[in-house]
C-alpha cells in the first residue's frame, strides 16, 4: 500500500487551478500592465478620502496647538500614542512572515510575504508620524537625533525609552525596507523585460543589472538569507524597547515585567490579523485565487489561534501578578480596567482579541472567508482597545484621587485615526498598482519543486506496478 503519496494529495495544494510558471508571469503582471478597474478606483478614493481627513485634522491640530485634544494633567497620552503602537505592532507579521518562515524553509509564505513586507513599510511610515505629530511642534523633530549642533553639552537623553524608540523602529525601518526592496530584484528585472519606454528605464535602474545567472542567484539567494538574519531579532527587539515607554515608569498598570513579551505576541497577532485580511480583499479583487489558496488561509488562521490563546494568557498573567504582588496600587489599577469608568473597553479588548479568534478552531469557520475576514476585522479593533485600555486607562486613575480625571477623545484626535488608516490603504494600493504583490520568483519555485514531487511520485508508482 502506498500511503504517503495518497496522504500528501489530501493536503490542499499551495498553488491551485493547475498553473505553469509562464502562467504566473502573466498572472501577476497582468494587473500592472492593464489600466486601473473601478474597484481598484473606488477603494482608492475611499482611502484617499480617509487620508484627507487626516491631514485636515492634524494641520488644525499643528496650527491650533494640542489643546484641541481631550488630553488633561492626568491622561498625557492618548489616541496618538496609542495609534503609534498599534501601527508598530502591525509592522511586525510581515518581518515574521519573510524572515522567520524564510529561515525555517516555509513554503506556505511564498504567495503572501510580498504584501506582507509592504505592509510592514506603511504601517510603520504610520507608527513613526504619531510622536512626531505628538510633539506639538512638528518642525522640531529632528530635536530627537544626536546631531553635531551649536548647542554645546545639550544633548540627548540617552537614558530616555522614548529615544530608544527613535533608534529601534529606524533601524527596523531600514532593516525591512532594504529586504523588501532585495527580494523584489528579480521580479523587477520581470517587469523590465516586459516594458517599454520610461518604464523599462524605471524597471531597469532598481534591477541593478540583473541577468538571472547561477552567479547572481547564488549572491542573491545568500543576501536573502543574511537579511533574514538581521530582521529576526528585530522581531523581538523593537516592540520589547516601544514597551519599556511604559515599564520603566512608576505607573500602576505599566511597571511591570510582562510588558516586553507581551508587546511582541500581540504585534505579531495584530499583525498575522492584517496580513490575512488584506490578503482576502486582494484574493477577491485582484483574482488571485489560484495563488492565495486555502492552505494559506488555514495556516495563518492557525497562527492567529495559537497567538490569541498567548495573548488571553498574557491578559491572565496581568491580573494574576497585580493580585500576587499585594500592591493596593496595582490591584486597583487592574480593578478599574474591569469595573472602572472605561470597563467597556476592556471587555471589548477580550471579546476580539480572546473569543473571537477562538472560532478559527472550527474547521467550517476556517473555511468560510466571510467568517476569517469578519474575526480578523475584530482582532484589529481589538489590538487597538488593548493599547488604548492600557495607555489610557492607566493613567487616568493614578496614585491620588485628587489627581482623577476623565479622558474623552475630540473629533482631531478621531480625525487623525481615521488619517493613519487613510494612510496605510492609500500607500498599500499604490502598491498593488505599480508592484507586483506576490513573488513570482518564490512561486515558480514551489510550482516547479510539485511538478518534480509529482513526476517521480508517478514514476514510483509505476515502479511498483511493474
Known sequence: MHTEPEAANLAPPLIGGGKMPSDVTRDVCGPLERR???????????????????????????????????????????????????????????????????????????????????????????AGLYPVIHMGR???????????????????????????????????????????????????????????????????????GWNGSA??????????VLLASLATPLVVSVHSVVSTDFATSVVPGWHTTVLPPYFVIGAVFSGFAMVLMLMLIARRVMSFEDYITSAHIGAMCKVLVFTGSIVGLAYATELFTAWYSGSEYEMFAFSNRLRGPMGWAYAVMVLCNVVAPQLLWSRRIRNSLGLVFLITVLVNIGMWFERFVIIAGSLQRDYLPSAWSDYVPTSVEFGALI???GLFFTLFLLFCRFLPMISMFEVKTVLTDGHERAASESDARERSVA
Open 36 to 126: 486601473p478597474t473601478g474597484m481598484w478606483w473606488l477603494a482608492f478614493a475611499g482611502a484617499a478620502s480617509l487620508l484627507a481627513i487626516g491631514i485636515a485634522a492634524v494641520w488644525y491640530q499643528v496650527a491650533t496647538g494640542i489643546g484641541t485634544w481631550g488630553l488633561n494633567r492626568t491622561v498625557g497620552w492618548g489616541f496618538d500614542i496609542t495609534n503609534f503602537v498599534f501601527w508598530v505592532g502591525i509592522g511586525h507579521a510581515g518581518t515574521l512572515i519573510s524572515a522567520v518562515l524564510l529561515l525555517f524553509r516555509q513554503k506556505w509564505r511564498t504567495s503572501i510575504n510580498r504584501s506582507a513586507e509592504a505592509m510592514t513599510i506603511f504601517a510603520v511610515i504610520c
Open 138 to 208: 512638528p518642525w522640531l523633530a529632528f530635536w530627537v537625533f544626536p546631531y553635531p549642533n551649536f548647542r554645546g553639552p545639550l544633548w540627548v537623553n540617552w537614558r530616555s525609552a522614548l529615544l530608544w524608540d527613535v533608534f529601534a523602529i529606524g533601524t527596523y525601518f531600514t532593516i525591512s525596507l532594504v529586504f523588501w526592496y532585495v527580494g523584489m530584484i528579480p521580479d523587477l528585472a520581470t517587469l523590465r523585460d516586459r516594458s517599454r519606454g520610461l518604464r523599462r528605464k524605471i524597471t531597469g535602474l532598481f534591477s541593478l
Open 215 to 224: 552567479r547572481t542567484w547564488s549572491r542573491y539567494e545568500m543576501a536573502c
Open 419 to 421: 488619517g493613519g488608516f
